[in-house]
Each structure stands twice: as C-alpha cells, then as structure tokens.
C-alpha cells in the first residue's frame, strides 16, 4: 500500500465530524471532547430530573438496603441511612458537575487540569478499567431480567434445559436472554447524549411500575412489610454502623458523581441541574431503597422465609411459587420489562456515555463516544461476568471496593476547582499538548495529583485486604472501620493534601482564565505532532498557541 493509500485510509478511520466544523480530530480533541456547543445544549430542569431518575431508580438502589442491614441497622435506622447519603450524594453532584454547566466540559477533559495533560491519562483509564468491568456485570443482570420477561410469556424459556457445560457458570436460557439485552443496548448507544432525554423518562415510567407493582402486591399478601421490617438491629455500635451505611450510599454513587459533568455539560443554563442534584437525587434514591427493604421482607413471609434482595430473581420466584399461572405471568412479563429498561438506561448513563468519552480521551483522532462504548462492551462481554459473579466473590469485593480510588480522585478535583482554582479555567489550554499550555506542568504531569491520591488512597488498602479476606483478628477491626468509612476520609484526605501541596507550591496560571477558540481555518495546523495549531492573532503582531480540535 503506497503512502497516498496509507492517509485515505486513516482519515476514513478517523471519528466523523460535524459539517462546517469549529475543531479538528487532533490528539487532544475530537467532536465528544469539544466544550459541548449552544446548539448541542439541550438539558433544561426536566431532562435533569428525568436523568436523576434514572440514576437514582435502578437494581442497586433497590439492594442497598441488604448493605445497610449487613451493618446491623434495623430498617428504619437504613431508611434513615439512606435520606442523609442521599442528600450528601446531591451536595457532592453539584460541586462535581459545576465546572460542566459552567465551561460545558466533561471529566475527560477537566482532569487535565489537576493532572497534566499526559498525567490525565491516569485517572481515565481507571475510570475505563472500573465502567468496563460494571458494565460486564450489568449486561449479565440485563439478560436475566431479559430472560425472566421473555420466560413469563414461553414458559418453556423458564425451564430450558442446559445445553452449556457446567464449567462455564452460563445457562442456556441466560445466554439467550444476555444475547436479546444486547441487542436492545447496541441501539441504545447510537442516540447522541443530548437526545436520551425521552428514553430516560420512558424507562423510569417502567421501573415505577414494576417497583409499586411488587411493593403492592407484595404488602396486601403479607399484609404488611414483613416480619423482618420489624426486627431489631444488631449493631453494637450505631453510630458507626450508621457512618458506613452514609460512605457505602457515598461510594455506590461515587462514580454517577465523580462523571456529573459529563451530563451537566448539556445544560441549557448553569443552574438548570442543580434542582434535580438536590432534588431528584436524594429522593429517587430513598424512595427505591425503601420499596426493596418491604418488598424484600414481605416477601420472604410469603415465599416461604428466603430472602431475595434482587428483584430480578424475586419475579422469577413468584412465577414458580404461584405455578406459572396466567395472571401472573402477565405480571412478570411486566415487572420483568421495567427491570430489562432500567438495566438499559443504567447501563446507557453510567457506563456507555461515560467511558466512551473517557475511551475518546485515550485517542481522540479514532475514538468517540460510540466507539469507545463499543470498545467498552466488547471488553466488558468478554470478562465473562457470569464467570466473576460464580466462582471470583474476592475480586467482585475488590472491584465494590473501587471508590477506595475513586474518593481521592473526587477530592482532587473539588479542591482544585473550587478552592485552588476558583472555579476559574482557560479552557483553550487544556486541549493544547506542549509546553505553552499553563496545564502542561512538568512534561505533561503535575506530581501533586498522584502524591495526594496516593496519601488519599493507602489508608484504606490494608482494610481492604482484610474486608476481602474476611479477617477476624482483632489487630485488623481498627483498619476495616477506617476502610467502612472509605469515601468519606479517602475525599477529605486527597483534598487537604492536594490543597496543602498547592499552597505551599502553586502551579502555574492560577486565576488564569480563557474561552474555547474555535480553529483558524485560515491557516494550517502545525506538524509538531502535539496536537495543537498555531495562528495569528487578530492584530498580526504575534502568534499564540491555540487547540485545533473531534465523535
């Protein structure tokens, strides 16, 4: 292939662009990348709330109560639990995603602000290793509610035989139904960020009705919330079972608030996601928590006393337990389509859009939103996350316990842009990849941001190690308590290091401030490689560096 064949080809690979475009597929930008632009901007009051409801209303809202409890709280202590981490949730989701309602960027592009434009590639691939990895096991949960609803209208599906070797921990009839899930997902990735706003609202109509379908029924057969709704709690200490309860709520929507500007990026007006954060967030989560800890005790009276936090499996239950009689099949199938909805919707929100764009972060040029989900669900297919939920307990334990990563990673971010930074940003520098850019620190990495994640992270490694290998000595309660609490003190310590390095050795540019400047059509970008372009300014007395710019 001569070299004239050899470039086509690369631009055809490269990520499409809009007509007329304002950027260029460079090494530090693409379409996704871009400030998202007024046009593109379509997330008012509604849409935020439509997308809260989504993120707030789901399976592992509806299990964090079977956490809570684990921590010997009884169930209105949980309930308790639940409205303070919920609301602490909201707070920490306006501080996260202002800097996206403001300069309309998302995670991807601002964590070169703390950590240097090559340093950025850190927190990203983790983001990318941690989305892929959920996202295996929310595709796998997504063909079981697919398989429980297609089961209730063919029986037959419900009782498959197995065909698939024992070895493999996958059974047919969750094959069939995985493979469905997916189909359903592929389609769902291909709607741009900025239109999902009426498949949000579709899908949490759906879960609704699948979560006070269960809560009624299941509270008018047991004639109330269930015998274990009443049972004391267990704790010996309260209130640092309740601490942990307000750190695990924390760190299981630690990601969602990490990632908020890449959805508040979309905002018609700054304020617009705010409402929902402090709104949506807290109540959407309280409300489905409360509906899984009745449901999950009502139902263990009526069920014969198992007890199934996963509603998935709880539909599955009842079609056997009432014999796959008409009516409730009808019920399942139902029940069954609002949990196949929320998967999707979960899994478009906080593992699709997010890492694509993280994914998009890694190469820009080739990489976009739609790529990088592609990418993301190839990856997360074939850790093969039935294999993981079966036979590897102490790897999902170290995967649950991520945010022991991703608090420090939050602190960072929150004392950099609000405190150091004063919410102030030149946005033109944080696409240009050489040393005129003011976030390009040593080299392209600032050591302040791994010196304080790091000073942020160890202290909960040891009670990791030990929560995961389910340790009883003693000499061990102390760190497992530190680890309980990981999202909490793993923040606050990122955050107090990194300002304390700061103020003792500030970076350069702070109070520096700069809009996106669209490319200069007019003149030819450089060929230094770095991905930027330089042009004249307007009065022609000197050049300065500006980004050009990519999907």
Same mark, same amino acid.
């Given at each position: 292939?001569?070299?004239?064949?050899?470039?086509?080809?690369?631009?055809?690979?490269?990520?499409?662009?809009?007509?007329?475009?304002?950027?260029?597929?460079?090494?530090?930008?693409?379409?996704?990348?871009?400030?998202?632009?007024?046009?593109?901007?379509?997330?008012?009051?509604?849409?935020?709330?439509?997308?809260?409801?989504?993120?707030?209303?789901?399976?592992?809202?509806?299990?964090?109560?079977?956490?809570?409890?684990?921590?010997?709280?009884?169930?209105?202590?949980?309930?308790?639990?639940?409205?303070?981490?919920?609301?602490?949730?909201?707070?920490?989701?306006?501080?996260?995603?202002?800097?996206?309602?403001?300069?309309?960027?998302?995670?991807?592009?601002?964590?070169?602000?703390?950590?240097?434009?090559?340093?950025?590639?850190?927190?990203?691939?983790?983001?990318?290793?941690?989305?892929?990895?959920?996202?295996?096991?929310?595709?796998?949960?997504?063909?079981?509610?697919?398989?429980?609803?297609?089961?209730?209208?063919?029986?037959?599906?419900?009782?498959?035989?197995?065909?698939?070797?024992?070895?493999?921990?996958?059974?047919?009839?969750?094959?069939?139904?995985?493979?469905?899930?997916?189909?359903?997902?592929?389609?769902?990735?291909?709607?741009?960020?900025?239109?999902?706003?009426?498949?949000?609202?579709?899908?949490?109509?759906?879960?609704?009705?699948?979560?006070?379908?269960?809560?009624?029924?299941?509270?008018?057969?047991?004639?109330?919330?269930?015998?274990?709704?009443?049972?004391?709690?267990?704790?010996?200490?309260?209130?640092?079972?309740?601490?942990?309860?307000?750190?695990?709520?924390?760190?299981?929507?630690?990601?969602?608030?990490?990632?908020?500007?890449?959805?508040?990026?979309?905002?018609?007006?700054? %304020? $617009?996601?705010?409402?929902?954060?402090? /709104?949506?967030?807290?109540?959407?989560?309280?409300?489905? #928590? @409360? &509906? =899984? +800890?009745?449901?999950?005790?009502?139902?263990?009276?009526?069920?014969?006393?198992?007890?199934?936090?996963?509603?998935?499996?709880?539909?599955?239950?009842?079609?056997?337990?009432?014999?796959?009689?008409?009516?409730?099949?009808?019920?399942?199938?139902?029940?069954?389509?609002?949990?196949?909805?929320?998967?999707?919707?979960?899994?478009?929100?906080?593992?699709?859009?997010?890492?694509?764009?993280? %994914? $998009?972060?890694?190469?820009?040029?080739? /990489?976009?939103?739609?790529?990088?989900?592609?990418?993301? #669900? @190839? &990856? =997360? +297919?074939?850790?093969?996350?039935?294999?993981?939920?079966?036979?590897?307990?102490?790897?999902?334990?170290?995967?649950?316990?991520?945010?022991?990563?991703?608090?420090?990673?939050?602190?960072?971010?929150?004392?950099?842009?609000?405190?150091?930074?004063?919410?102030?940003?030149?946005?033109?520098?944080?696409?240009?990849?050489?040393?005129?850019?003011?976030?390009?620190?040593?080299?392209?990495?600032?050591?302040?941001?791994?010196?304080?994640?790091?000073?942020?992270?160890?202290?909960?490694?040891?009670?990791?190690?030990?929560?995961?290998?389910?340790?009883?000595?003693?000499?061990?309660?102390?760190?497992?308590?530190?680890?309980?609490?990981?999202?909490?003190?793993?923040?606050?310590?990122?955050?107090?290091?990194?300002?304390?390095?700061?103020?003792?050795?500030?970076?350069?540019?702070?109070?520096?401030?700069?809009?996106?400047?669209?490319?200069?059509?007019?003149?030819?970008?450089?060929?230094?490689?770095?991905?930027?372009?330089?042009?004249?300014?307007?009065?022609?007395?000197?050049?300065?560096?500006?980004?050009?710019?990519?999907?």
């Amino acid at each position: 292939m001569d070299q004239t064949a050899k470039k086509s080809l690369k631009e055809r690979l490269q990520c499409p662009k809009d007509d007329d475009p304002n950027y260029d597929n460079t090494t530090w930008c693409n379409r996704d990348l871009i400030p998202i632009p007024p046009e593109r901007r379509t997330y008012g009051f509604v849409s935020y709330m439509a997308y809260w409801t989504v993120s707030g209303s789901n399976i592992s809202a509806w299990t964090v109560g079977s956490t809570l409890l684990a921590f010997g709280l009884t169930p209105q202590q949980a309930i308790a639990a639940v409205v303070v981490g919920g609301i602490i949730t909201g707070l920490l989701a306006v501080a996260c995603g202002w800097m996206g309602a403001k300069h309309y960027i998302g995670y991807t592009v601002s964590s070169r602000f703390s950590w240097g434009m090559r340093g950025s590639y850190f927190p990203v691939i983790l983001r990318v290793f941690i989305a892929s990895m959920w996202f295996g096991m929310q595709a796998f949960w997504g063909g079981q509610a697919t398989r429980v609803c297609i089961g209730a209208i063919i029986p037959g599906l419900a009782h498959l035989p197995n065909s698939f070797s024992a070895s493999s921990h996958l059974e047919t009839k969750d094959f069939i139904g995985l493979i469905i899930w997916m189909c359903a997902f592929i389609p769902a990735v291909l709607i741009r960020p900025e239109r999902l706003q009426i498949p949000f609202a579709v899908c949490f109509v759906l879960f609704c009705l699948t979560a006070f379908g269960l809560l009624i029924w299941s509270v008018s057969q047991a004639h109330g919330p269930g015998a274990m709704f009443h049972q004391p709690g267990t704790a010996p200490n309260v209130g640092w079972a309740f601490m942990f309860s307000l750190t695990a709520i924390m760190g299981a929507w630690g990601g969602g608030t990490l990632g908020q500007s890449d959805w508040t990026r979309y905002a018609t007006k700054q %304020m $617009a996601p705010v409402p929902s954060q402090l /709104i949506a967030s807290p109540l959407t989560i309280t409300v489905t #928590a @409360v &509906i =899984g +800890i009745v449901v999950t005790s009502a139902s263990r009276d009526i069920l014969g006393g198992e007890l199934i936090w996963n509603p998935i499996y709880l539909l599955a239950a009842m079609q056997e337990y009432y014999g796959s009689n008409s009516g409730v099949r009808a019920g399942v199938f139902f029940g069954g389509l609002g949990l196949v909805a929320s998967q999707l919707a979960i899994s478009v929100v906080l593992n699709a859009m997010s890492c694509g764009m993280d %994914m $998009a972060g890694l190469w820009p040029k080739y /990489i976009n939103i739609r790529r990088g989900a592609a990418i993301m #669900a @190839v &990856i =997360g +297919i074939a850790i093969q996350p039935w294999q993981l939920l079966a036979t590897a307990a102490k790897f999902l334990q170290v995967l649950s316990g991520f945010g022991v990563f991703l608090a420090p990673l939050t602190g960072i971010m929150l004392a950099d842009y609000h405190i150091i930074r004063r919410r102030k940003l030149k946005v033109n520098d944080l696409y240009c990849g050489d040393s005129s850019s003011i976030y390009w620190y040593h080299g392209g990495f600032n050591w302040r941001a791994p010196v304080a994640f790091i000073m942020g992270a160890w202290p909960m490694l040891p009670g990791l190690v030990a929560s995961v290998n389910a340790s009883t000595d003693a000499s061990w309660v102390g760190w497992i308590r530190l680890y309980n609490l990981t999202f909490i003190i793993g923040l606050a310590i990122a955050f107090a290091v990194f300002l304390g390095l700061n103020l003792a050795i500030p970076p350069p540019g702070l109070g520096e401030e700069g809009e996106f400047e669209p490319i200069n059509h007019s003149r030819a970008p450089s060929s230094d490689g770095a991905g930027d372009a330089r042009f004249g300014s307007q009065d022609g007395q000197h050049e300065k560096t500006a980004p050009v710019y990519a999907v």
